[in-house]
């Protein structure tokens, strides 16, 4: 693989990355997309499910494609990656594949905050925010302070709010009165796990 | 949650340079003993590692002869203190407890506080030096690596530990207007003072004996054993069959599948392998 044509450790490498990773999952039918939204939403209550899916959707795409049925929201899942003879559709899998490694880095708080988010309309706020702190906070590999422009804060921007806890939980330190957080270069692997995870679920839950 | 607040707090003050894993949920606070063995598969991102998994297994289990582990040693005990007063406000102070000096509670005008005793367990890199030139893989290799082997996974050693000396019981209180506070005992009346405000407390004990934070050291396994005390992300624990590029950056390795699948679906990109 040629690192500098793959990308570069910056937002627009992170940006690319996570473009290919979603780019078919805006072109499946809605009736899909929901079907996947609503069993990724009961997967994210469902650690050992969501193992077991990763597990072999890994399998699968490492060894011909091939894959076992599984039970519940991860088997349920499953069955719309794959074909009538059990083969992985990869242009489907290997999205949630990937989606499935971006949620697993997060913590199980934040994988619940993301089960909420995904029944109401926040994923988009959520994603317009942590793409802002990812381009300021760029070099990085220093710590930096990063203004939060209150059109991409909720009503309620405190310890409580969703969005707070789901930064927070990244290892990003939060303030109240001048909305700003603190980049600590620890941040990177959970923050850029994070933006993945909400663009890939925003990706399914585009209505158009 | 509570715990994760004091996770936080305790290894912002005994470790600035961010070297310490903190453990995540009370659940797992056990798991992650000296000498556990941990597995991290490789990551489909460039931007991010994959967590480490407990495997239940601890190094005797893989080294012949199956002997105890020696005793890590512990290199500081430490009193987190936590101080509360009246307007909501909290931080947290550090007091060494090394030969001898004991620190008492921190005292802030018009509050209480109290305090959690913690220390920190290392194995020695000398205990490592004398491990690996008297103890050998065990054969047939163990059953879990075989299979973290034909997964491509990297295995880590817990090498040192941050540890609750004695039991703690943990309040997180939330106030109506958002702010929030952990505390440890002594503190929790304070919100009698906060007039007009709605409390909502959690309660939480961390047993004496739980992990908050860990360190690790990966494992290379083939033909015999060795520990990397300075992490390489080039270093993969198991040698790769019928490779030319044994020792390359296994990330590659494993994107390349993905990637492979990628490039079918996206043109911009122009992903270029030369496996």
């Known amino acids: 693989v040629h690192e500098e044509q793959v990308t570069t450790e910056d937002f627009q490498g992170l940006r690319a990355e996570v473009k290919a990773g979603s780019a078919e999952l805006r072109h499946l039918e809605m009736e899909l997309r929901e079907q996947l939204l609503r069993d990724i939403g009961r997967l994210l209550h469902d650690q050992p499910s969501m193992e077991a899916l990763e597990a072999s959707l890994e399998q699968g795409l490492c060894r011909g494609g091939q894959v076992e049925p599984l039970d519940g929201p991860a088997g349920s899942i499953l069955e719309c990656l794959v074909l009538p003879s059990g083969e992985l559709v990869l242009e489907l899998a290997v999205p949630v594949f990937y989606l499935l490694g971006a949620l697993a880095v997060l913590s199980e708080t934040q994988q619940k905050l993301l089960a909420e988010a995904l029944e109401t309309t926040m994923l988009l706020k959520q994603l317009e925010l942590v793409e802002h702190i990812l381009e300021q906070s760029t070099p990085w590999q220093e710590p930096s302070s990063v203004s939060l422009p209150l059109s991409l804060l909720g009503n309620s921007w405190d310890e409580e709010d969703p969005t707070w806890v789901l930064l927070e939980e990244c290892g990003l330190t939060l303030r109240v009165d001048t909305p700003q957080v603190h980049w600590e270069p620890k941040s990177q692997g959970p923050t850029c796990a994070l933006y993945a995870s909400l663009a890939l679920l925003s990706s399914l839950s585009q209505k158009s | ?275």
Request: overall charge neutral.
């Open chain 2, 1 to 275: 949650s509570a715990f994760e607040e004091v996770v936080k707090s305790a290894i912002k003050e005994l470790d600035c340079r961010g070297e310490l894993i903190p453990v995540d949920s009370l659940r797992n606070s056990t798991s992650f003993r000296p000498y556990s063995l941990l597995s991290r598969k490789l990551s489909s991102s460039w931007f991010w590692k994959s967590r480490y998994k407990c495997v239940n297994l601890s190094i005797k289990d893989i080294l012949d002869p199956n002997a105890p582990e020696p005793e890590p040693e512990c290199c500081g005990r430490f009193q987190i203190s936590d101080a509360v007063d009246g307007n909501v406000q909290g931080r947290v102070a550090l007091a060494s407890m090394d030969q001898g000096k004991m620190a008492g509670a921190v005292a802030v005008s018009g509050s209480r506080s109290a305090s959690m005793n913690v220390c920190i367990l290392r194995v020695a890199q000398s205990t490592w030096e004398v491990m690996q030139q008297e103890r050998h893989l065990q054969q047939p290799e163990h059953k879990i690596l075989q299979q973290l082997r034909s997964r491509g996974d990297d295995v880590f050693v817990v090498t040192e530990v941050l540890q609750t000396q004695e039991e703690v019981q943990v309040t997180r209180t939330h106030d109506r207007e958002g702010s929030g506070q952990f505390a440890l005992p002594g503190v929790i009346c304070l919100q009698g003072e906060s007039e007009g405000r709605l409390s909502r407390k959690k309660m939480v004990t961390i047993p004496a004996g739980s992990i908050l934070a860990f360190r690790v050291a990966q494992l290379l396994i083939d033909p015999t054993w060795d520990i990397l005390l300075f992490p390489d992300d080039k270093k993969r624990t198991f040698e790769l069959p019928s490779s030319s590029h044994r020792r390359e950056d296994g990330q590659k390795r494993h994107a390349f599948s993905l990637l492979t699948a990628l490039q079918s679906m996206c043109a911009p990109l122009k992903l270029l392998t030369d496996a």
